[in-house]
């Protein structure tokens, strides 16, 4: 007899779901290890980054879907609405519904008992699980998500695995665990920035051609245009932090060479992206991470890498092994040049300022449709286990 886990994924197999971003919960083990051993799942390490990937999943014309428990919307607004609702792209959540079935943990309730509002709220339709024969309502709800590029939260309820297969993984204290033992002298050479992030742009962008290039917000999206307008460019308009988790949608979704154009602010927001592109490794992903110690785009004001984050190191301490640091124009060139297999991460230290330009003159359905149009030129489908 097959269970109510089997269930949900014979849909999202129906359905057609090829790409899937996970995140923890008791509630629902057994179902995340029978999502990881029929899907190509990404684990993530914060909920937000999983809409951003889930974004880049998309463009590449895959149709994504997070699993991970439901406190976890708080993280995740901002990038639901700015990105994925602004861009119109798919995305269907399932949320491991906890503080009001049966809860035990008083710090799940605030948040579980108010979700259906705060999804409400947010314009995202929901549906709620609450037994196994509500799993047949998923599947009619899954192909008007992907068909008509909406966002869709379904809220399971942990009386629907009520009496299921135990899971697998009992994690017993007497399993060896084994963490890697690297001893790490870094030294990094002195550099000093020579560069405006306009007059990097300026040197990488031959380098750029015919490339998905991802960009960060602002500014950076505005210089890049008037340098380099290509139809492969995908400019953030919103969504500060997102930048990385796109381009590694599409670099884990798609065959072309993939450049994601961040910077200090936006990593800072969000550095354990870094830990997912390590984790995942895909070798057609370059990030350029342009340095300037300050929010451009905001008014200059100071992060933290002016005086005591190192983003090479961070980079590298999330188990990314091709970093550069760079800021000599011979130094820049020769770093976007460089023959190797990625992940790589090049970071440019760079002067503050900024290029008075006027807005990009196109729109966000303009930008998606361009880079889905270059991408479906060549996209390599998410690989099923």
């Known amino acids: 007899m097959r269970g109510p886990e089997d269930k949900l994924i014979s849909i999202l197999r129906e359905s057609g779901v090829n790409f899937v971003s996970t995140l923890p919960c008791e509630k629902i083990k057994l179902l995340l290890e029978k999502i990881d051993s029929s899907f190509f799942a990404v684990p993530l390490t914060r909920e937000e980054e999983g809409v951003g990937i889930s974004a880049g999943a998309a463009l590449s014309g895959m149709r994504p879907a997070m699993f991970f428990q439901n406190s976890g919307i708080g993280n995740m607004i901002n990038a639901l609405l700015s990105l994925t609702g602004f861009y119109k792209l798919p995305l269907v959540l399932f949320m491991s519904w906890r503080g009001v079935y049966k ?8 948040m579980g008992s108010r979700l259906p509002s705060i999804l409400r709220g947010a314009g995202i339709g929901h549906t709620a699980i609450n037994t196994v024969d509500d799993l047949a309502l998923i599947g009619d709800k899954l192909n008007e998500v992907y068909k008509k590029n909406r966002i869709h939260a379904f809220m399971l309820s942990p009386a629907v695995w009520e009496g299921a297969q135990k899971s697998r993984n009992n994690n017993s204290s007497s399993d060896e665990v084994c963490f890697p033992s690297v001893a790490v002298t870094y030294r990094r050479k002195k550099c000093r920035p020579e560069f405006t992030r306009y007059e990097i742009l300026d040197l990488i962008s031959p380098y750029l051609d015919s490339k998905a290039v991802v960009c960060n917000l602002g500014f950076p999206s505005k210089e890049l245009y008037h340098i380099k307008p290509q139809p492969s460019n995908f400019y953030m308009l919103g969504s500060m932090g997102m930048v990385a988790p796109i381009g590694l949608g599409i670099a884990l979704t798609s065959g072309r060479e993939v450049v994601v154009i961040d910077g200090d602010g936006s990593i800072l927001m969000n550095p354990g992206t870094l830990a997912t592109i390590a984790g995942t490794s895909p070798g057609n992903l370059t990030v350029i991470a342009i340095d300037n110690g300050s929010y451009g785009s905001t008014g200059n004001q100071v992060t933290a890498t002016r005086d005591f984050v190192d983003l090479s190191l961070v980079a590298y301490g999330f188990g990314i092994r091709e970093v550069m640091t760079v800021s000599s124009r011979r130094g820049i060139i020769e770093a976007v040049r460089k023959n190797t297999r990625g992940p ?23 930008i998606k449709r361009q880079v889905m149009n270059f991408l479906a030129e060549d996209v390599v489908k998410a690989c099923k286990k």
Do not use: S, T, W, Y
């Not at 809860?103 to 605030?110: D, K, L």
């Not at 503050?352 to 196109?362: E, K, S, T």
């Open 344 to 366: 790589k991460f090049i970071h440019i230290l760079a002067k503050v300022g900024n290029r008075d330009l006027p807005n990009i003159p196109i729109g966000q359905d303009e």
């Open 103 to 110: 809860e035990r943990i008083e710090a799940q309730m605030p």
